[in-house]
């Protein structure tokens, strides 16, 4: 059966904007597909070639995506790439991936003028290749402590995502679909960008200003506005931790209000549900960096590292040389 593709906003030759992939074996799929259907539907909407598409990999017939699905590519990816963009859609793990061939093909692109962009982790290959500079940054908030690390130097944010100058990044997931639904409007009008948004059930185009992540309310059950105060700062506060009496002034409450605040909604204390919120803040230094169990403990408020290691052991099943 034969389709005409072109009517569903798929170009039979280069378009105008020539947007390249690089997808890497267990790259994301959500992001990718958001970011793709977006090109597609502004050119079906505008009725115009806008953009066109080439996926790279790094082999030359498929990439693997973290769910198992294969996708064709056309190739590897090449310093000639005839693009004008690149799209980097980063592995799973990117702290452990590292590929001075890709490095430097990313290095000629930018030299060759094409402007750069990652999804989810692929920040982490644009810094490899020390492609970012001083321009502002994002990636995905579960690899956001172990970036920062990393790359300490760089300008990075926990926005959904960045663009600054000719490079836009991401967060990942569907802050993909919002960064390419900004992108369109920049280039091509609000109207064709709510347009794309209207076809993707997606009600509102977010900014940059607003979370990655889902709200504290949310994410733990609690309603009560004090004791959500008190979690963000838990949260914001790790390296160094802050007293319950602290805690406590700071949202305007005594220690033993706070003490029944957390008894009574979540069934602990507000010491084991700090602690808590650090270890697994230090299990993600571990899986992301190369950090010594000793700097591991001391950046999340530890002062002794054999303490460290029994109260991690207790709440994981295993010592934190292990996780490594």
């Not at 020539?18 to 074996?25: A, T, V």
């Given at each position: 059966m034969?389709?005409?593709?072109?009517?569903?906003g798929?170009p039979s030759?280069?378009?105008?904007?020539?947007i390249?992939?690089?997808l890497?074996?267990?790259?994301?799929?959500?992001?990718?597909v958001?970011?793709?259907e977006?090109?597609?539907?502004?050119?079906?909407?505008?009725?115009?070639?806008?953009?066109?598409?080439?996926?790279?990999?790094?082999?030359?017939?498929?990439?693997?995506?973290?769910?198992a699905?294969e996708?064709?590519?056309?190739?590897?990816?090449l310093?000639?790439?005839e693009?004008?963009?690149?799209?980097?859609?980063?592995p799973?793990?990117?702290?452990?991936?590292?590929?001075?061939e890709?490095?430097?093909t990313?290095?000629?692109l930018s030299k060759n003028g094409v402007?750069?962009?990652a999804?989810?982790?692929?920040?982490?290959?644009?810094?490899?290749?020390k492609?970012?500079g001083?321009?502002?940054?994002?990636?995905?908030?579960?690899?956001?402590?172990?970036?920062?690390?990393?790359y300490?130097e760089?300008?990075?944010?926990?926005?959904l995502f960045?663009?600054?100058?000719?490079?836009f990044?991401?967060?990942g997931g569907?802050a993909?679909?919002d960064?390419?639904?900004?992108?369109?409007?920049?280039?091509h009008?609000?109207?064709?960008a709510?347009?794309v948004?209207?076809?993707?059930?997606?009600?509102s185009?977010r900014r940059?200003?607003?979370?990655?992540?889902?709200?504290?309310?949310?994410?733990?059950?609690?309603?009560?506005?004090?004791?959500?105060?008190?979690i963000?700062?838990?949260?914001?506060n790790?390296?160094?931790?802050?007293?319950?009496?602290?805690?406590?002034n700071?949202?305007?409450i005594?220690?033993?209000?706070?003490?029944?605040?957390?008894r009574?909604?979540?069934?602990q204390?507000?010491?084991?549900?700090?602690?808590?919120?650090r270890?697994?803040?230090?299990r993600?230094?571990?899986?992301?960096t190369?950090m010594?169990?000793?700097?591991?403990?001391?950046?999340?408020?530890?002062?002794?590292?054999?303490?460290?290691?029994?109260?991690?052991?207790?709440l994981f099943?295993?010592?934190?040389?292990n996780?490594?």
């Amino acid at each position: 059966m034969n389709f005409d593709f072109k009517r569903y906003g798929v170009p039979s030759e280069p378009a105008k904007d020539r947007i390249g992939f690089l997808l890497l074996d267990t790259f994301g799929m959500l992001p990718f597909v958001s970011a793709l259907e977006a090109l597609r539907a502004a050119n079906r909407f505008s009725g115009q070639a806008l953009y066109s598409w080439h996926l790279f990999g790094e082999s030359d017939t498929i990439a693997v995506a973290n769910n198992a699905i294969e996708q064709k590519v056309e190739g590897r990816l090449l310093p000639t790439a005839e693009i004008d963009r690149l799209i980097v859609c980063g592995p799973h793990d990117p702290s452990h991936f590292h590929s001075d061939e890709i490095s430097r093909t990313l290095k000629q692109l930018s030299k060759n003028g094409v402007s750069l962009g990652a999804l989810d982790t692929g920040t982490f290959l644009l810094a490899q290749a020390k492609l970012i500079g001083n321009r502002r940054c994002t990636v995905h908030w579960e690899n956001l402590p172990g970036f920062v690390e990393a790359y300490p130097e760089l300008n990075v944010s926990n926005e959904l995502f960045e663009i600054d100058r000719s490079l836009f990044t991401c967060a990942g997931g569907d802050a993909a679909l919002d960064m390419m639904l900004s992108i369109i409007e920049t280039e091509h009008g609000k109207q064709l960008a709510v347009q794309v948004a209207d076809l993707f059930v997606h009600t509102s185009i977010r900014r940059t200003g607003e979370s990655q992540r889902v709200s504290t309310r949310d994410r733990t059950g609690v309603s009560h506005p004090g004791l959500l105060d008190c979690i963000e700062l838990m949260e914001a506060n790790k390296e160094q931790p802050l007293t319950s009496t602290e805690l406590a002034n700071m949202i305007g409450i005594s220690r033993r209000q706070l003490e029944r605040l957390f008894r009574v909604h979540l069934e602990q204390s507000p010491l084991h549900y700090y602690q808590q919120i650090r270890l697994k803040a230090a299990r993600k230094l571990l899986e992301q960096t190369s950090m010594s169990v000793t700097e591991v403990a001391s950046a999340c408020g530890f002062s002794s590292t054999d303490h460290f290691s029994r109260r991690f052991k207790l709440l994981f099943g295993m010592p934190p040389r292990n996780i490594r």
